[in-house]
């Protein structure tokens, strides 16, 4: 059964929380993008307000708190950042339980096979490794490092960092022919999806949906969210 996970794009902890709050017991998994400003020209909490040195960041890298309502959401962090492998530790402490990749943020795909063949057997037992490619990216490396990772995160435009992007065909071109030459692997996919297209995407073989503007943008968000699920 396919999943709508509701994606929050904040420039604050206070938002990013506030939007927590309207999704408790609505959903289980909350997707959080994470901006530098480097890797994509947007910024995000914490990058908005000091980056590692953000208040809310350090309490809980030093682990006097967690993310809000750490106890009801699975997070998933989407690292739209440059340095997302040499500061995988910190953000491992903000709990995930699935991390996406951006491979070419970092620019040496080599480098990032290694690090993901190099992580410890406990981590991939208990936190899932997302890759990213937008819609124009290399497939051929997409694929080669799909054998490292445990689904495939399919951007639905090549201005990532942002919401509200329309949907580019050729992403769904990508879905058809990853669920074509990966069978079994898990396709998820973000920006761009709205009412007018989500069961096109589903049809095409997405699992996940990641969906942003289309909730938070309307006038009743829960409601949106509601009529999303009502389709998978």
């Known amino acids: 059964m396919a999943e709508i996970i509701p994606a929050i794009l904040e420039k604050s902890f206070s938002e990013i929380k506030n939007k927590l709050t309207a999704l408790r017991e609505m959903t289980r998994c909350a997707h959080i993008d994470i901006c530098d400003g480097v890797a ?5 909490w914490p990058f908005t307000s000091g980056g590692f040195k953000d208040y809310d960041f350090n309490k809980i890298m030093n682990e006097e708190e967690g993310m809000p309502f750490w106890e009801d959401f699975d997070f998933e962090f989407d690292l739209m950042v440059a340095e997302a492998v040499e500061n995988f530790n910190l953000y491992m402490k903000l709990g995930p339980k699935r991390i996406i990749f951006h491979p070419d943020a970092g620019g040496d795909v080599e480098k990032f096979e290694h690090f993901l063949e190099g992580l410890d057997m406990y981590l991939r037992d208990n936190v899932e490794i997302g890759i990213a490619f937008k819609p124009n990216d290399d497939l051929s490396i997409v694929s080669r490092l799909s054998h ?14 942002f919401q509200g992007e329309t949907f580019s065909e050729k992403a769904l071109e990508n879905i058809k022919f990853l669920k074509k030459n990966l069978p079994g692997m898990i396709i998820s996919v973000d920006i761009g999806i709205n009412l007018q297209n989500a069961e096109s995407i589903l049809n095409a073989g997405a699992d996940r ?3 942003g503007s289309s909730i938070w943008k309307s006038s009743d968000p829960i409601g949106a969210l509601q009529t999303f699920q009502n389709l998978v």
Do not use: I, N
Not at 40 to 44: A, E, N, Q, Y
Not at 148 to 159: E, I, P, T, V, Y
């Open 40 to 44: 994509v020209p947007s910024l995000t």
């Open 148 to 161: 490292q990772a445990d689904f495939l995160h399919c951007m639905g435009s090549d201005k990532v960092g």
């Open 209 to 211: 949906l990641a969906v």
